[in-house]
Nanobody
Framework: QVHLVESGGGLVQAGGSLRLSCIAR????????MGWYRQTPGKQQELVARIGNRGQTDYADSAKGRCTLSRDNAKNTMYLQMNNLKPEDTGVYTCNALIRTPQTHGIKTLGYWGQGIQVTVSS
């Protein structure tokens, strides 16, 4: 079994910083793309940033210039450094990853989601 564990959320004042982490645990043979998504009340879940297995990144316009996404493949971990946070960054941040893992009939690449972590930015 595989599961994603998120950490680093919390309450911060506008202009502050947070670093979110997502670690994949379990029968992980390799990880392709990883990403962070944000859910805010009344809105659809949206991509914040994603990173490929060679480190190539893609950011939402709202994250560009303020967020840096990185990963440590040896630790099966992804990090999202968020700076100059704004109240509109408030939401539940959820980690997603495409993971190669052994299944009954061979190795499969499957998508996994974390539980989500709250980020609250006060004005």
């Amino acid at each position: 079994q595989v599961h994603l564990v998120e950490s680093g959320g919390g309450l911060v004042q506008a202009g502050g910083s947070l670093r979110l982490s997502c670690i994949a645990r379990g029968l992980v043979l390799g990880i392709d793309e990883m990403g962070w998504y944000r859910q805010t009340p009344g809105k659809q879940q949206e991509l914040v940033a994603r990173i490929g297995n060679r480190g190539q990144t893609d950011y939402a316009d709202s994250a560009k210039g303020r967020c840096t996404l990185s990963r440590d493949n040896a630790k099966n971990t992804m990090y999202l450094q968020m700076n100059n946070l704004k109240p509109e960054d408030t939401g539940v941040y959820t980690c997603n990853a495409l993971i190669r893992t052994p299944q009954t009939h061979g190795i499969k690449t499957l998508g996994y989601w974390g539980q989500g972590i709250q980020v609250t930015v006060s004005s």
